[in-house]
């Protein structure tokens, strides 16, 4: 088995600052995922990578960046967080790009001032 | 684009009822069909998943049955503990290899069931 760390569990941020949101993986998986959990909104992909060093936008990569710094991590900055924002960002990764098997982290929760 | 609506936001049941969450997808191809399910403080883990027209998934006594015809994935389990008190999500991969995994998800339903 494996695990999917992903640090801080909690962020707090003040309006206008960038914020890193880091995602760490044990299972030797190749792709690796950010969505954002919205209530009532589901989970939303923000950015992907297929592989090392590969980024793929999602659906809201808007106001995000991301970085595949090596097969295990996948970092994802909040460019300028906005006033009285409330996510969770659940980072996943799965074994490859066609194994659409996910297995997810338990999330970091971002609260903006 | 691809979608995925659970019709039903929140569900409270008591324990030994029967439970249906409604799961209607819209997508292009032949699309692979999943519940997940998020306990309180915990990432989505996968409950289940179906890839063709007539298949049924299950574990844990929930099941669900594909059915291409009306595009829909019902989520069922005959009766209910108040350990299955969660979250659950439908979703979709949409078999495009090239695209990568990504999955879209239905907006969830929070399951809360009475002891």
């Known amino acids: 088995g494996g695990i999917i760390t992903q640090t801080p569990k909690f962020l707090i941020g003040q309006e206008g600052q960038k914020l890193t949101l880091k995602c760490q993986q044990n299972f030797n998986h190749d792709t690796m995922y950010w969505y954002r959990q919205d209530s009532g909104k589901g989970l939303r992909l923000i950015y992907y990578?297929?592989?090392?060093?590969?980024?793929q936008k999602g659906d809201l990569s808007e106001g995000y960046d991301a970085s595949r710094e090596k097969k295990s991590s996948f970092s994802l900055t909040v460019t300028s967080a906005q006033k009285n924002e409330m996510a969770v960002f659940l980072c996943?990764?799965?074994?490859?790009?066609?194994?659409?098997?996910?297995?997810f982290g338990a999330g970091t929760r971002l609260s903006v001032l | 684009g691809d979608s995925v609506t659970q019709t039903e936001g929140q569900v409270a049941l008591s324990e030994e009822d029967f439970l249906t969450i409604h799961c209607n997808y819209s997508a292009s191809g032949y699309p692979t069909l999943f519940w997940y399910v998020q306990y309180p403080g915990e990432g989505p883990q996968l409950l289940f998943r179906?890839?063709?027209?007539?298949e049924k998934g299950s574990s844990r006594g929930f099941e669900a049955t594909y059915d291409k015809g009306t595009t829909s994935f019902h989520l069922r389990k005959a009766s209910v503990q108040e350990s299955d008190s969660a979250v659950y999500y439908c979703a979709l991969s949409a078999g495009n290899n090239n695209a990568g995994a990504k999955l879209t998800f239905g907006g969830g339903t929070r399951l809360t069931v009475r002891p």
């Open positions: 996943a990764s799965s074994m490859t790009k066609s194994q659409n098997t996910l297995y």
């Open positions: 179906a890839s063709r027209d007539k």
């Open positions: 990578s297929i592989t090392e060093n590969d980024l």
